[in-house]
């Protein structure tokens, strides 16, 4: 078990521009969550796969973010022209999951996110 | 909508002593996870402790417990001989039991300081 592992640990990049963030679940884990997290507050969830199907997409995900998880392994978060409010620690999670039973969820030491 | 509510931001305990995190939370579901997880500085979320809502007993791990009260939706954290490695923020969380609710909404978290 290497655990959750995201990349990069940190991106600074100036407004308006894209970025695309990497996470990498526990390998036997079939349900991959993303979360948001502003500085002082809880972390927001913003999607949920399950496999390669993406499953729950929160409101916060605005149509400037997409999130994809091909071949149920390995998922990116992308954030197209990024603003100011978009700054945050994005969460990755992984969970070992079947119908309604669900172990706990694992999290990566997350990306934080800086918009200059 | 689900809700988690934690009022301290803030909780200072002395070593070696017991310290209490409160949490209560909003649902009209009867069945239910809530849990506990740490987050230290720069580090990554970590599980506490975990309780599921159809059981009465409280869940313990070590010197960790909690008091479940269904019927006032409390679910706060007992630290019992607490050590300096507990200081981190400490956020509560529910998660519905059914295929739709596999995410963790979480509280706006408790910064538990540890004094030598």
């Known amino acids: 078990d290497t655990g959750v592992s995201q990349n990069p640990r940190h991106k600074i990049t100036k407004r308006g521009q894209n970025v695309t963030f990497r996470c990498d679940p526990i390998?036997?884990?079939?349900?991959l969550y993303w979360y948001r997290q502003t500085l002082g507050q809880g972390p927001e969830f913003l999607t949920y796969?399950?496999?390669?199907?993406?499953?729950?997409k929160s409101r916060l995900l605005s149509d400037r973010f997409s999130a994809e998880r091909p071949k149920g392994s390995f998922s990116t978060l992308e954030i197209q022209r990024t603003e100011q409010g978009d700054s945050a620690m994005y969460l990755c999670?992984?969970?070992?999951?079947?119908?309604?039973?669900?172990?706990?969820?694992?999290f990566g030491d997350g990306t934080r996110l800086s918009i200059l | 909508a689900q809700t988690v509510t934690q009022s301290q931001p803030e909780m200072s305990v002395q070593e070696a002593e017991t310290v209490t995190l409160s949490c209560t939370y909003d649902?009209?579901?009867?069945?239910?996870?809530l849990f506990w997880y740490k987050q230290p500085p720069s580090r990554q979320m970590i599980l506490v402790i975990r309780?599921?809502?159809?059981?009465?007993q409280n869940a313990t791990e070590n010197r960790f417990s909690v008091n479940f009260q269904k019927a006032a939706k409390s679910f706060s954290l007992k630290i019992s001989d607490s050590q300096l490695g507990d200081a981190a923020m400490y956020f509560c969380?529910?998660?519905?039991?059914?295929?739709?609710?596999?995410?963790?909404?979480f509280g706006g978290g408790t910064r538990l300081m540890v004094k030598p």
């Open positions: 390998s036997e884990h079939n349900r």
């Open positions: 999670a992984s969970s070992l999951g079947s119908g309604v039973s669900n172990q706990p969820q694992h």
């Open positions: 649902t009209s579901e009867s069945d239910y996870y």
């Open positions: 969380a529910y998660r519905r039991v059914d295929n739709a609710g596999n995410m963790l909404t």
């Open positions: 796969f399950q496999n390669e199907a993406q499953l729950e």
């Open positions: 309780q599921e809502a159809y059981k009465q």
